[in-house]
């Protein structure tokens, strides 16, 4: 039998990210700064908060005026109304609520809770007052990592997975 082996390095020094990084060239000064480099094969994995950031897809609450299904629901769970809009956008269907929680179909087709939309570490302000941002998932996941991947392999010439 032949053995394998694998090992996770996290990456030294990665900065908060904002809209619009390039996410290629933060994990590139992140690997030069861990005297680290690229070998074929490789798997990079980021957290999709990381990528749902560079994407901009962070949105204030302020912005978000929610419609009848949203105020139903959010004095149906306690939620805020905004935030049940945001949720109702990424959904295809909700499946089912209680208090504090809805469980959806995302658009992705995942199943997920409040349609994935973190509020942890996004914008200035905290919970549902002023300057509270929401986080929505990537719109699309796998062109990002494919876009990411081909940035890494053009830029190292090796072959990179990106999850």
Avoid: C, W
């Amino acid at each position: 039998m032949t053995g394998f082996s694998y090992s996770i390095t996290a990456l030294p020094g990665v900065p908060a990210v904002r809209p619009g990084d390039d996410l290629a060239r933060v994990a590139l000064d992140a690997m030069q700064a861990g005297r680290l480099a690229f070998a074929d094969g490789d798997v990079l994995v980021l957290a999709q908060k990381v990528v749902s950031k560079a994407e901009g897809r962070q949105v204030a609450l302020a912005d978000v005026t929610p419609g009848p299904r949203a105020l139903e629901l959010a004095a149906e769970t306690g939620k805020d109304a905004r935030l049940v809009e945001l949720i109702l956008s990424e959904a295809q269907e909700v499946l089912r609520t209680r208090p504090n929680l809805i469980i959806v179909r995302h658009r992705l087709g995942l199943v997920l809770a409040n349609a994935g939309i973190d509020q942890s570490n996004v914008g200035t302000g905290t919970g549902y007052g002023q300057g509270a941002q929401a986080l929505l998932l990537p719109l699309d996941p796998d062109a990002s990592a494919a876009r990411l991947r081909d940035a890494l392999q053009a830029a190292t010439s090796k072959h990179i997975a990106v999850l």
